[in-house]
């Protein structure tokens, strides 16, 4: 059975730092890129981030960049996003997808597995 498990969602303070961690299951990790995507109220779905299978490259959308990181244990078969300096315009539901592709579709229309989302509210 195919798993990606977000965690580590919550409140944090502007300014802070979170990481949210996505550990996946069922599928070959090192076969997929594995994208971070966010769904704040109200607003459509968009990328946030992305580390590459092909070469371990991360991406990132213009919102985040010099602000989150993403990286990656292929022994844990996990991925790591953080949070750095977020503001209340970054509070969503905060999700994992994996794409048997390079990065990456922004709107995720690649992703072939997704995962169940973590909530973050980040507070001023």
């Known amino acids: 059975e195919v798993q990606l498990v977000e965690s580590g969602g919550g409140s944090v303070q502007a300014g802070g730092s979170l990481r949210l961690p996505c550990s996946t299951s069922?599928?070959?990790?090192?076969?997929?890129?594995i994208a971070w995507f966010r769904q704040a109220p109200g607003k459509e779905r968009e990328g946030v981030a992305c580390i590459s299978y092909i070469d371990r490259r991360s991406d990132y959308a213009d919102s985040a960049k010099g602000r989150f990181t993403i990286s990656s244990d292929f022994a844990m078969n996990t991925v790591y996003p953080q949070m750095n300096s977020p503001n209340p315009a970054d509070t969503a539901v905060y999700y994992c997808?994996?794409?048997?592709?390079?990065?990456?579709?922004?709107?995720?229309?690649?992703?072939?597995?997704w995962g169940g989302g973590t909530p973050v509210t980040v507070s001023s």
């Open positions: 069922g599928f070959a990790f090192e076969d997929y890129s």
């Open positions: 997808g994996a794409e048997n592709s390079n990065c990456w579709s922004t709107s995720g229309s690649r992703v072939d597995y």
